[in-house]
């Protein structure tokens, strides 16, 4: 169920991931070759463990974001009280969570050595080295947070605040190469008589100076549209198309009344066969 591999025996202090619900012996078997490497009992760590967990989710629960940190403090608070603890704090902290720290740092020295960045001229590589030893942690520029669902979540902190406000003051932050964000200096100007929005202007003048047609004071040409009206309608019934379609709707109509009986006059639906009765009965006395 668990690789026996030191890698693996440090799971248990991501107490995030780690079922609380493990028995000891499986607990045990985790710890064991992290064990051995130091040299100590599996069973004094893993009960050391067990004692030390409720402080490390304490300091947790404080707002402490790192695991280090968290167990870093957890192995001072207790000192000399739980010695192999201590031991297996201090083997962790000294371990590389992988070894992207060493790659980045040959990826360093390929750049600034072997012409990587052949173009770069000797003043910006001067500067790049300068930022990468004397420059801040990346830790002050973006801390790193975990939310209730255990999802990944990147703050910037104060000193990337500030660096943002300076570039923002330097080089803007809008589109348009804005430094501020008030709105843009345009002072008022003729309207062009070209383009698609002159179109439109022109057209809305236009559409506001019309009047509407009113047929106030001519009752005749009312009549006269009626009956063109009517006598369109009347010669678009006629048409073969609408007549088809009349008579197809009439044959569907008379298809699903007869279905529609059957059903109801089934001897096994007596409900339907009263219900539809009662219905015929009120047609008739409506008639």
Known sequence: ??????????????????????SDAAL??????LAQVLDIPA????KEYRIALPTAEHIKRRGADDLDEIWQQTAKHWGDKLPALSQAVS???????????????????????????GKTKEENLRHLMKNRFDGPAPDEFVKICFTKTGDTKFVPGAL??????????????????????????????EPKDVGERSLKRKRAEECKGLTPTKLEG????EADLEKVAEAEATKRRSMPGSV?????????????RELTEM??????????????????KEAETNL
């Open 1 to 22: 169920e668990v690789d026996d591999t030191v890698g693996a025996a440090l799971a248990p202090f991501n107490f995030s991931s780690w079922p609380k619900a493990r």
């Open 28 to 33: 045990s078997r985790v710890l064991k070759p």
């Open 43 to 46: 069973e004094d760590l893993v």
């Open 91 to 117: 083997f962790m902290l000294a371990c590389y969570c992988s070894t992207s720290k060493v790659e980045q740092s040959f990826s360093h020295l390929q750049m600034y050595s072997s012409g990587r960045k």
């Open 160 to 189: 990337a605040l500030k660096v943002q406000a300076e570039y923002a003051e330097t080089f803007g932050i809008y589109n348009n190469g804005s430094r501020t964000s008030l709105p843009r200096r345009v002072l008022p100007q």
């Open 218 to 221: 001519h009752p005749g040409q």
């Open 244 to 256: 088809q379609l009349r008579k197809h709707l009439e044959a569907y109509a008379k298809k699903k």
């Open 263 to 280: 059903d109801a006059h089934n001897p096994g639906f007596p409900a339907q066969v009263s219900k539809l009765k009662q219905l015929q």
